[in-house]
């Protein structure tokens, strides 16, 4: 309905030469995200560098499964302080890798991203992926 290359089995779009495109919804991804998510691993998902991608990449995934291959545990949560209120959890992983997961306020999407283990709280990985600086931790409230 917004116009966007989007599909779920194949394809977003396909010429007569070969040349193909897969998207979904909008997003352009590799082959496989579309048509094959059950052989995508963790480390593809890791190595991506669009957050993007790598959101639709794990939602074709699943975050269920991503989290029990990664034996993932809570380490905190809270609810988004700015914009519409959501939860937001931070995750660890077995091969110590901290995960915030939240949601986009403005989209709706859900995103998982890495932050360092030196966070704590759900409120200092949502100010370390704002800043990028360690230094502006701030204690949680």
């Given at each position: 309905?917004?116009?966007?290359l989007h599909?779920?089995t194949?394809?977003?779009?396909?010429f007569?030469?070969?040349y193909?495109l897969?998207a979904?919804h909008g997003?352009l991804v590799?082959?496989?995200?579309i048509?094959?998510?059950?052989?995508?691993?963790?480390a593809?998902?890791r190595?991506q560098k669009?957050?993007?991608?790598?959101?639709?990449?794990?939602?074709?995934?699943?975050?269920?499964?991503l989290?029990?291959?990664?034996?993932?545990?809570l380490?905190?949560?809270?609810?988004e302080p700015?914009g519409a209120p959501g939860?937001r959890g931070?995750?660890?992983?077995?091969?110590g890798?901290?995960?915030l997961a939240?949601c986009?306020?403005?989209?709706?999407?859900?995103y998982h991203?890495?932050?360092?283990t030196?966070?704590?709280?759900?409120q200092q990985?949502a100010?370390?992926l704002?800043?990028?600086?360690?230094?502006?931790?701030l204690?949680?409230t």
């Amino acid at each position: 309905e917004q116009r966007r290359l989007h599909s779920s089995t194949g394809p977003a779009m396909a010429f007569t030469d070969g040349y193909a495109l897969w998207a979904w919804h909008g997003v352009l991804v590799q082959q496989a995200v579309i048509e094959a998510p059950e052989t995508l691993t963790i480390a593809q998902i890791r190595a991506q560098k669009d957050t993007e991608v790598q959101r639709v990449m794990i939602e074709r995934f699943g975050w269920d499964r991503l989290m029990e291959e990664e034996g993932a545990r809570l380490i905190a949560a809270d609810t988004e302080p700015v914009g519409a209120p959501g939860l937001r959890g931070l995750f660890g992983t077995h091969d110590g890798h901290w995960i915030l997961a939240c949601c986009c306020a403005s989209t709706g999407r859900m995103y998982h991203l890495e932050v360092p283990t030196e966070i704590e709280t759900c409120q200092q990985a949502a100010n370390w992926l704002a800043t990028g600086e360690t230094k502006y931790l701030l204690a949680a409230t």
